[in-house]
């Protein structure tokens, strides 16, 4: 099955500070979207980005579908961006719907 | 408010005793996702349902069992088989070319 890393693994930022983590992937996707796990385990769904570059306040996604890779971009970073950010894709290979989850981002925001 | 309901947020067992976590969902969605996450990881596929009376075993089925009787509910039973049952189960939600949605999980402890 499709294959997808993230990177860093691990990150600290200070408030304020802007960030960009990644994810990449191993074949074509139908879909890809992005999840913000908080410290008590609640899944949000961020985005749901393909393809192209969507932005929500101060969160914005790129996927760059045909180089296998997709962007998400933190700025003025909060202390309530705290937790973990997943990527998760749908290989054009996969059952409808079938996402594969990457191993995460996990963000610690400092005041 | 539409949304996926979970319950019970903690589950406790014996080994050895099956136990079923629910998972309802009042979106109108058509497919629905069982995940399991173990600390610092990412999430593994179960389970998932496209349509009612029909469902497919995922990456990590061995030990699960579900039902797909109603299209709002995709219970999961966890049974004596599964050999490391304790985890935190995410439920999931989605319809064709929308984002996924989860419910708040399950933690389930078997000693």
């Known amino acids: 099955g499709i294959q997808v890393e993230q990177s860093p693994p691990d990150l600290i930022l200070q408030e304020g500070a802007n960030s960009t983590l990644r994810c990449n992937f191993s074949d074509s996707v139908n879909n890809l979207q992005w999840f913000h796990q908080n410290p008590w385990g609640q899944l949000i769904n961020l985005f749901y980005i393909p393809s192209g570059t969507k932005q929500n306040g101060r969160l914005s996604a790129t996927t760059v579908a045909t180089e296998r890779y997709s962007l998400l971009y933190i700025s003025s970073s909060q202390t309530t961006d705290s937790g973990v950010y997943f990527c998760?894709?749908?290989?054009?290979?996969?059952?409808?719907?079938?996402?594969?989850f990457g191993a995460g981002t996990q963000v610690v925001v400092t005041p | 408010d539409g949304g996926i309901t979970q319950s019970p947020k903690y589950l406790f067992r014996k080994e050895g005793q099956n136990v079923t976590l629910s998972c309802e969902q009042n979106l109108n969605h058509d497919a629905m996702y069982w995940y399991r996450q173990d600390p610092g990881q990412g999430l593994r596929l179960i389970y998932y349902s496209q349509i009612v009376n029909d469902f497919q075993k995922g990456d990590i089925a061995e030990g699960y069992s579900v039902s797909r009787e109603k299209k709002e509910s995709f219970p999961l039973t966890v049974t004596s088989a599964q050999k490391n049952p304790t985890a935190f189960y995410l439920c999931a939600s989605t319809t064709g070319g929308s984002p996924l949605h989860f419910g708040n999980g399950t933690r389930l402890t078997v000693t």
């Open positions: 998760a894709v749908e290989g054009t290979t996969d059952s409808w719907g079938k996402l594969q």
